[in-house]
Nanobody
Framework: VQLQASGGGLVQAGGSLRLSCAAP????????MGWYRQAPGKQRELVAR???????DYADSVKGRFTISRDNAKNTVYLQMNSLKSEDTAVYYC???????????????WGKGTLVTVSS
């Protein structure tokens, strides 16, 4: 299963970006979807996640600035990032808990990262 992430780029501090991540339309079921990030020299960390029912969870560092949402009909998760700071610079990865077919168990899948660079 390949998750397709897009939307990264270079932005000035205080600016906004919107990341998108789509899972294939052929999958049977998708539960939690989320965004993680990894800055140079640091461990990958959770940024935000959202359940199929719409419950959300955010890292303290992004609360009030980032908003995660999903379109279940499109198997897509979004991350709206506002008031970006230089410390938000990282490679952002999407993640989803997916049951590919009814015969499969749920498993986590990752997308390729998309680079977000915030200039100060």
């Amino acid at each position: 299963v390949q998750l397709q992430a897009s939307g990264g780029g270079l932005v000035q501090a205080g600016g906004s970006l919107r990341l998108s991540c789509a899972a294939p339309g052929s999958i049977f079921s998708m539960n939690v979807m989320g965004w993680y990030r990894q800055a140079p020299g640091k461990q990958r960390e959770l940024v935000a996640r959202i359940t199929s029912g719409g419950s959300t969870d955010y890292a303290d560092s992004v609360k009030g600035r980032f908003t995660i949402s999903r379109d279940n009909a499109k198997n897509t998760v979004y991350l709206q990032m506002n008031s970006l700071k230089s410390e938000d610079t990282a490679v952002y990865y999407c993640n989803a808990f997916i049951m590919v077919t009814i015969q499969d168990a749920y498993a986590y899948y990752w997308g390729k990262g998309t680079l977000v660079t915030v200039s100060s």
